[in-house]
């Protein structure tokens, strides 16, 4: 039961590990970078999953309730998920001056390229 | 007013990074971003010499009080950071502009968002010395890292962008391994301040959870600092990015995270649990001395010298991490002092590379020849950054290596005080390399070249000189490192 309890956990170990092997694997940049999106997202979950306290209302004062969930962890990835937006925009932003410097986004062909320049 | 410079080191080049970028032309942007880094460094200054005299220095950003607010906490060893990369930040951002400006590097309408970001990565190297909160690490180690990217891609060769790339994904990597690790530590502890952290954690330190924070953390700072073998970023970043850019990095970027895995090994985690129970110096050492043998054969092995001195950066970091293995007061002296006297020396020697490229457009090995005396003035520093480099006496290089050399005795390890003298005769192969060429090897004849321009020699001479000044009088990089070492540590002296 407890494996089920904590499915959200398990979602965050699923995507984290499915990011990073897309991260690992692709040689397409823009595929790298879906990967590393992916990546970051789970952390995401992660946080959310630790603020939540169950029966916890929002954090707020009334009367009636008495348990709160916390609202820190999801304040810090607030944070967080702007610093994945500048990141996922300025990986992009990259990718396309490789594209018009290169006129690929293929890991292996840039590779040849600047094989040849070295040379 | 005095009491608010812990807030304003972080807040004047944040403040002053967006106003360059409305500045034209920019010349006057540049002049509004040199103020803030000398402003910067006087402020670096004055905290330094507070906390020496009074002690730690604890700042309530916001007035919000610690552990609920922001705390900036201030003491010997990020008093002591603080000084060095204004130092470094001053020092570069003067040698900086007219290397933008000539031959229409960047079109004048770029130049002011040059000195934003470069604003903005300082903003974010100050902001993780200076705070006293785990989470904000994170921030500010984000905003750096992301101008950095910035910066690196601006490099005149198209393999800038690639490199910049490819830093940009391992970097992430790294930062969110760090974030992981944080969010495991408030799981456990519930709070993110540093001291809080510390003082919470023991009683729940045999749990996997902190373990795999522990872990997470280890990973994460080790790629941010470029630790063998986790480097494979560096070398391109350093050698395609722009001069300045390089000799702002090499000399600050790495010493910040090291500064960062100081902060977590010994002062969050504490000495006892991040070495006697998780034996992190057995993983260390033998990475430490691996990627100094490494690191210092391929850079023997190097045509384009800023690829070589990039190299040279992970053997010396190498020798830092030894300092951290070794985990006594005198290794930490010998890695904190080095963390100081690396930056001079890596600040001068990819200057002095900066001028050359300067004026020749090129810092292939081959295109160097005979500029010992078309150039005595840069290759001048450029021996002098050398001979701090391999560790000659009467240089601040000495200064670490013989520290670093007494700590490997202290422990009876005198097999690793033999290979840190042997790979500083690697050392002399690779400076020798550069000297040999520049002197040795007469000029093409049709080349007319001179020395680069004063605006460029005033900088690279200054950090030159530094060199050899903490080499004399070694009271901040061998005394302030000492009393460091010894906070980390939690000696009494």
Redesign the interface.
């Known amino acids: 039961m407890q494996i089920l309890g904590l499915y959200n956990y398990w979602i965050f170990i699923v995507l984290m590990m499915c990011g ?1 092997y897309v ?1 690992i694997s692709r040689g397409n ?1 823009v595929k ?1 970078l879906v990967g ?1 999106n992916i ?2 997202t789970s ?1 995401f979950i ?2 959310i999953s ?1 603020g939540k306290i169950i029966g916890g209302t929002a954090p707020i004062l009334t009367e009636t309730a008495t348990v709160y969930s916390n609202p ?2 999801h304040v ?1 990835i607030l ?2 998920i702007v ?1 994945g937006i ?2 996922t925009a ?2 992009l932003a ?2 396309v ?2 594209n018009e ?2 006129g690929t986004i293929e890991e292996d062909e ?1 590779h040849a390229q ?1 094989e040849d ?1 070295a040379l | 007013m005095t009491e608010h410079l812990p807030a304003l080191q972080v807040v004047i080049p944040l403040m002053a990074a967006p106003l360059c970028a409305l500045l034209r032309p920019g010349r006057i942007a540049w002049m509004l971003a040199m103020t803030a880094c000398t402003l910067c460094l006087l402020i670096a200054a004055l905290l330094l010499e507070r906390v020496l005299a009074e002690g730690v220095i604890s700042y309530a950003m916001g007035n919000w009080p610690a552990p609920w607010g922001i705390e900036y906490r201030i003491d010997t060893v990020n008093a002591y950071m603080l000084l060095l990369v204004t130092m470094i930040g001053a020092v570069v951002m003067a040698f900086a502009r007219p290397t933008l400006e000539q031959r229409a590097h960047l079109s004048k309408r770029k130049q002011p968002w040059f000195y934003t970001t470069y604003l903005l990565c300082l903003t974010g190297l100050l902001g993780m010395i200076i705070t006293g909160d785990a989470f904000n690490v994170f921030v500010f180690l984000e905003i750096s890292s992301l101008s950095s990217y910035v910066l690196i891609s601006i490099g005149r060769d198209r393999r800038a962008l690639t490199a910049a790339y490819q830093y940009l994904i391992m970097g992430t990597i790294g930062a969110t391994f760090i974030l992981i690790g944080i969010g495991f530590l408030y799981v456990m502890t519930g709070t993110l301040n540093m001291l809080d952290l510390a003082a919470r954690l023991p009683a729940v330190a045999d749990t996997r959870t902190v373990r795999a924070a522990f872990a997470f953390l280890t990973i994460g700072i080790s790629l941010k600092l470029a630790l063998f073998p986790l480097h494979l970023w560096l070398p391109n970043a350093y050698a395609y990015a722009p001069s300045a850019v390089t000799a702002f990095l090499a000399a600050t970027a790495t010493k910040v995270a090291i500064y960062v895995m100081l902060r977590f090994f010994f002062t969050i985690f504490g000495a006892q649990f991040s070495f006697e129970t998780m034996g992190l110096d057995a993983i260390l050492l033998p990475l430490a001395l691996a990627g100094i043998f490494s690191a210092s054969v391929v850079a023997i092995f190097q045509t384009n010298v800023k690829r070589m001195l990039a190299y040279s950066s992970v053997a010396q970091i190498g020798y830092m991490i030894l300092g951290i293995s070794l985990v006594s007061v005198t290794g930490l002296t010998a890695t904190i002092s080095h963390l100081f006297n690396h930056a001079l020396m890596k600040g001068t020697l990819f200057m002095a590379l900066g001028c050359v490229s300067y004026q020749i457009g090129a810092v292939r090995l081959d295109r160097l020849a005979g500029i010992g005396r078309t150039m005595p003035w840069t290759m001048g520093a450029f021996v002098i950054g050398g001979l701090s480099l391999i560790g000659v006496p009467l240089t601040a290089g000495f200064v670490s290596k013989w520290l670093l050399i007494l700590g490997a005795l202290e422990r009876g390890w005198w097999p690793v005080a033999l290979l840190v003298l042997l790979t500083s005769l690697l050392a002399v192969i690779y400076i020798w390399r550069v000297v040999e060429v520049a002197y040795f090897r007469p000029a093409p004849e049709d080349r007319k070249i001179g020395e680069a321009p004063l605006v460029l020699l005033i900088p690279t001479w200054t950090l030159a000189l530094a060199n050899l000044y903490f080499g004399l009088d070694t009271s901040l990089n061998a005394g302030v490192a000492r009393l460091a070492a010894q906070s980390l540590l939690g000696v009494t002296q």
């Open positions: 990073f991260v940049l790298k590393l990546f970051q952390v992660l946080y630790m820190v962890p810090l944070t967080a610093v500048a990141t300025l990986g990259l990718v001056r490789i410097a290169y840039i600047s320049e």
